[in-house]
Every structure is written in structure tokens, then in C-alpha cells.
């Protein structure tokens, strides 16, 4: 069922050996108007070789083509336009999603191990809406892979090892209850945390306390490990609360902490490579040739840092998944770090670094400033979930009052709200956080696109009726509708090559605007020779926006 390919045919057969196929590929548009046919062919350059205006040779082409497969082929100026048979189109289009249902849009682009890194909060201090995004964006894409053939594995990155812990450490001693801790973990792990920092101002004999703990804590000393994991695990559960709202689970939750054990073998490869450099005490790798700053490896006192950790941690990742690309959904001002951590493997002569790639977004500010932990300018996300899951209720509760599993459609489509917010658009995209914005319910949303799902399903709830994709469909509104149907798995190839799951947010929001017309004005249960291909176009409208919103992490209730 390729319908460019055929256009492509066409061209090449009507062609010879002027242009291959892969100019011609190139060339080929989409025209904006469907009046304009579905594909065009520009022939600007054959205008040289041929020494004919383009106007010219777009009719003398449009005349050699055979057009017999499609319904026609005409010059436009410069341009040869194909018009596909449109009743041979649409029995397709329908009978392969009637037949492969979900599977519809599965490709083989690719194969193997594909580690990404994603989430990665750090403990004892709050999720922050920059993990959130990893969390969907690094979702969606494992969902995204997966269809074209890969197997992901979903790694969270846990802050859970450095400085900070010896801190901590001297400052829950010093100030913390065991009592508070249980009943709050991050709010009064995040408070100890801020007095530290707030005290060690007027005594700096806080640091050489909070750098003697963590030294001890590297050695595995059995107090410090104590309560490294217990805070750990504090925090651990306050973040799966927030996954289990967002349906996200993970292959491995092995953090920085993990490497711990691993880094030393790091650093001597980087020694016996040549490759440390002694600069003011601590020791870097010299990365100027790659016009990037020095990575640092070691602090003067021997500390590792958050690079040594990622060394290690790709080092492992390569060993223990042979992976054939490794990814890391990681906030755009970690874009250097990544650069770093790429040119220092390459040194180091593992060939295999060009496979990393790092997968930025933007960043989210709220009131146009930047949101900071430590300033106290955060947004918690549980708070914005449970307040969109809130309106949503009432919506459900205004449209559908007799739903019988009302709470847990607005779950899904609170959290739906939050998470296709945050995905439908580029992902380097930054924008302004404003929860009226992201709960909204009309308009480029998530629930807009549950919304018709939800009514597609309706209608084939409504007729006994039996939905036939071999029954021809011979309706010019039906056009548009499945056009954007045999476009999905082309959008599924873009959005895996691209990491980007705007593409498939983009297009379920126009499948859902295009059907949504559709249906306002065509009568689709009007019981005539028609009707089982219409249910036919009904319900392969609603196994792909089923499908769109699950490639996204949304879940899609059949009714609301
Ligand atoms: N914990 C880090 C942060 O919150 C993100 C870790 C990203 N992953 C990595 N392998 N460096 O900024």
C-alpha cells in the first residue's frame, strides 16, 4: 500500500534515466489543497537539460505518464499533479487497519538495544517540571521505537550520588527528625538541604563536615549508607506516586549511585589513554580540539563528579546492551555536558560514540522566569495533575453525568490534558507554564482528540450495523479523512527519525479536526449501500487515534 511509490514509479518509468528514483523521491511534494490533487512533481529541474520552460515540460510529462492507476494526472504550471484513485485507495487504507488494527503504522526502520535515559530526578529534592518532560518526551519515544522495531530500555538516571548526600547527611543530623522525614520526605529533606546551604554561609566548617561524610559514604561506611538509602528510598516512592499517575514504568532505576563502584576503571583507562590532565588541582580531560571545555573527572580531594558517573554509566550501558544508539532525553542546558561526554568517549577510542545521541527539549518557565528549586519558584506536579484530573471531573460530570467509570475517564483525561501539552509541540520548543492552559479542553488538546475518539465510538455503538472495508467508499468528503489515515505510518517513520513526538501529536489533533468535519457534514448511519464502508472509515478513525494517543502515553477511554 504505497501510493507515493506508485507516483514515484510513474514519474521514473515517463522519465527514463533523466532523474532516479531518488531525486524524484526528493522532489516530490504535497500539495496544500486537496484541489491540487495528492502528490506533485515540480519540474524546474529538468529546465536546463531539456532547455524548455517548466510550464512546457510539465505538460509534455503529465501527457507521458501512464495514468491509468489513478484517477487522473494534470499539468498546473510548472507541476504534474497526481490525483490517486481514490475508491482503490480507500478500500485500502481501510482494509489494512481493519486487519492489523493496532499494529497499523508498524514498520522495520531499525533494530537492537536502545538504552534512553530518561526522568533521572534527583532525591531528596522535588520533580521538577524539566524531569516531567523527560519522563513524557522519553515515554513517547521508547513508544515510537518500539513500532519501528527497536527495543528500548527505559533508564532512570537517579540523582542519587555526589556532593549533595554529605550535606544532607550533616544536615538531617543536625536538624532532622526521623518522624518528619517518614511523614514528608522531600519537603523536609529539600528544607534540611536549604539551611545547610544558608548556615555554611556564616560557617564554612559545614562543608568539611558535609565533604567528610560524603568521602565516608564513597567508602561505604555503614551510617552514612543508612541513611543514603533511606532517603533514597524516601524519595523513590514520592516519584513512583508521580509515575504511576503518568502510567510511566522502567526497566532500571540504576543511578548515579550505581557507578559508584565503576568509576575507578574509568579513570584509569582516561590515565593509561593519556588522557587525564592535572589542571589546578583537579584533574580534567582536554577537550579544545572539539572546541569544548575541559570535562572534569576528579575534584582535588579525590571527589568524582556527575561526567564520571555518565562515563561510566555509557560504558555499561554499551556492555551490558550492546545498544545501537543510546539515548538521553535530558533539558537543553545539559547540551554541552553531552558534547563532552561524546568527545571524551571518542578519545578514548570507543567507536561507538557516535551512537549517543542527546535528545534536548526546552525549558518551561512560569510567569516568563525561570523556575528554581532553591529560589522556591517550582511548580509541583502532583498538584497539576490532581487539579486537571479536578476539572476534568467536571466537565464529565457537565457532559456525561450518567458515565458509569466517571473517575477513571478523568484520569485519563486529566493527565492526558498534562502530558499531550507537553508533546504536542517541537520538543525544543520552550514555553510558559499556565495551568488554565494546559487543562484546557478545546481547541489543539488532548482531550479534544479523546473527545472524538470517544465519539467515533458512539456512533458504532449506535447501529448493529457491521462495519465492511471491502464495500467500495464513494464519498468526496470521505477524501480528507483518509488521506490522513494512509499517512500515519509515514508520520511514525518522522517521528522516530526525528525523536519527536509533536509529529504524531500534530497529526492526531489534524485526524481528529479533519474526521470532526467529516462528520458534521456527512450522515454516516444512514442505512444505504454506503454504511458498512463508512463504519468502516468510523472505526479506522478510531483504532488511530487510539493508537496516536497510546504512541503518546495517553490513554484513549471509548467513552466520555
Ligand atoms: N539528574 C540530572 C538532573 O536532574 C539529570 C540526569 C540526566 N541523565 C544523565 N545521564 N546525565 O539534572
Known amino acids: 500500500m504505497d501510493f507515493k511509490q506508485q507516483v514515484i514509479d510513474a514519474i521514473t518509468a515517463a522519465l527514463g534515466d533523466e532523474l532516479t528514483q531518488e531525486q524524484i523521491t526528493k522532489l516530490i511534494e504535497t500539495p496544500k489543497s486537496n484541489d491540487l490533487g495528492d502528490y506533485a512533481f515540480p519540474t524546474f529541474i529538468l529546465a536546463k537539460s531539456r532547455h524548455m520552460a517548466p510550464v512546457k515540460i510539465a505538460a509534455e510529462l503529465a501527457d507521458a505518464i501512464d495514468a491509468s492507476q489513478f484517477e487522473k494526472v494534470v499539468a498546473t504550471g510548472a507541476y504534474v499533479n497526481f490525483f490517486l484513485a481514490k475508491t482503490t485507495f480507500a478500500k485500502e487504507v481501510l482494509a489494512t487497519i481493519a486487519e492489523q488494527g493496532s499494529d497499523y503504522g508498524k514498520q522495520d526502520l531499525g533494530h537492537g538495544n536502545v538504552p534512553i535515559d530518561m526522568s533521572s530526578p534527583n532525591i531528596a529534592k522535588p520533580m521538577s517540571m524539566g524531569h516531567l518532560r523527560s519522563t513524557v518526551i522519553g515515554n513517547s519515544i521508547a513508544k515510537i ?134 589542571s589546578r588541582g583537579a584533574e580534567i580531560v582536554d577537550l579544545s580540539k572539539y572546541d569544548l571545555n575541559p570535562a572534569l573527572i576528579r575534584k582535588s580531594d579525590g571527589a568524582t563528579l556527575y561526567m564520571t558517573r555518565d562515563l561510566a554509566a555509557a560504558i555499561y550501558r554499551h556492555d551490558e546492551y550492546h545498544f545501537t544508539q543510546n539515548l538521553y532525553v535530558v533539558g537543553m542546558e545539559q547540551t554541552e555536558h553531552f558534547k563532552q561526554l561524546k568527545a571524551v568517549l571518542k578519545e578514548m577510542g570507543k567507536d561507538w560514540s557516535d551512537d549517543i545521541h542527546h535528545i534536548p527539549f526546552g525549558l518551561i518557565t512560569a510567569n516568563g522566569k525561570k523556575l528554581s528549586t532553591r529560589k522556591g519558584n517550582v511548580i509541583l506536579l502532583e498538584k497539576v495533575l490532581g487539579e486537571a484530573v479536578d476539572l476534568a471531573k467536571v466537565q464529565i460530570a457537565e457532559k456525561h453525568p450518567d458515565l458509569k467509570n466517571a473517575d477513571e475517564v478523568a484520569d485519563a483525561v486529566g493527565v492526558g490534558a498534562v502530558v499531550f501539552h507537553d508533546l504536542k509541540n517541537e520538543r525544543v520548543d520552550q514555553f510558559d507554564f499556565n495551568l488554565e492552559e494546559v487543562v484546557r479542553f478545546e481547541g489543539e488538546t488532548g482531550p479534544y482528540v479523546q473527545y472524538t475518539n470517544a465519539r467515533a465510538n458512539s456512533i458504532l455503538a449506535k447501529t448493529d450495523a457491521k462495519a465492511d472495508a471491502t464495500v467500495t467508499l464513494d464519498d468526496a468528503n470521505a477524501w480528507p479523512v483518509l488521506k490522513q489515515l494512509g499517512a500515519f505510518p509515514d508520520m511514525i517513520a518522522r517521528a522516530a527519525k526525528e525523536y519527536e513526538p509533536s509529529v504524531i501529536a500534530k497529526y492526531a489533533l489534524k485526524l481528529a479536526k479533519t474526521f470532526n468535519q467529516y462528520y458534521a457534514h456527512t450522515k454516516v448511519l444512514v442505512d444505504d449501500a454506503g454504511l458498512p464502508a463508512r463504519l468502516a472509515l468510523v472505526q479506522s478513525v478510531s483504532v488511530v487515534l487510539t493508537e496516536s494517543l497510546n504512541l503518546l502515553g495517553v490513554k484513549a477511554p471509548k467513552e466520555m
Open 145 to 278: 521505537l518500539t513500532k519501528v522495531g527497536y527495543t528500548p530500555i527505559k533508564i532512570n538516571h537517579l540523582g542519587d550520588w555526589g556532593t549533595q548526600f554529605g550535606k544532607l547527611i550533616v544536615a538531617y543530623k543536625k536538624w532532622g527528625s526521623e518522624d518528619a522525614v517518614k511523614a514528608d520526605p522531600i519537603k523536609n529533606l529539600l528544607e534540611y538541604y536549604v539551611r545547610f546551604h544558608k548556615e555554611a554561609e556564616t560557617q564554612p566548617e559545614l562543608d568539611d563536615e558535609a565533604r567528610a561524610w560524603f568521602k565516608k559514604l564513597e567508602d561505604g561506611d555503614a551510617e552514612a549508607t543508612r541513611l543514603w538509602s533511606w532517603f533514597r528510598s524516601e524519595s523513590l516512592k514520592e516519584f513512583k506516586r508521580i509515575y504511576d499517575i503518568l502510567g510511566v514504568e522502567f526497566d532500571s532505576f540504576n543511578g548515579e549511585a550505581f557507578y559508584n563502584d565503576k568509576m575507578d576503571k574509568v579513570t584509569d583507562e582516561l590515565e593509561a589513554k593519556g588522557l587525564l590532565q592535572e
